[in-house]
């Protein structure tokens, strides 16, 4: 069974950034499809972003440019990079793995973290 905790979160100012970090309890990041979600009050839940087994990554066009979804292999965590925060990027985030060593186009998590709450003040 896959683990998975976000860390990082907090209180931002607009414009200002922050690093959410996602830990997992074994080798669940080298090889496999993995990435962000979020979800605002009184809204669905959103793609943010995802890192392929190959490395290849996809963002929301709300968040393209402004962030950027890694990996470190060697610490088996997943990182979001979150420069120029605005309000509307206030959420709780989670992160996200499918388990799979192949990318079809579409992605399906099977394992979710608890979430961290980011909230940016204008």
């Known amino acids: 069974q896959v683990q998975l905790v976000e860390s990082g979160g907090g209180l931002q100012q607009a414009g200002g950034s922050l690093r959410l970090s996602c830990a997992a309890s074994?080798?669940?990041?080298?090889?496999?499809?993995s990435g962000w979600f979020r979800q605002a009050p009184g809204k669905e839940r959103e793609f943010v972003a995802l890192?392929?087994?190959?490395?290849?990554?996809v963002y929301a066009d709300s968040v393209e440019g402004r962030f950027t979804i890694s990996r470190d292999n060697a610490k088996n965590t997943m990182y979001l990079q979150m420069d120029n925060l605005q309000p509307e990027d206030t959420a709780v985030y989670y992160c996200?793995?499918?388990?799979?060593?192949?990318?079809?186009?579409?992605?399906?998590?099977?394992?979710w973290g608890p979430g961290t709450q980011v909230t940016v003040s204008s």
């Open positions: 890192i392929t087994w190959r490395s290849s990554t």
């Open positions: 996200t793995t499918d388990a799979r060593t192949y990318y079809t186009g579409t992605y399906a998590p099977r394992y």
């Open positions: 074994e080798g669940t990041f080298s090889g496999y499809n």
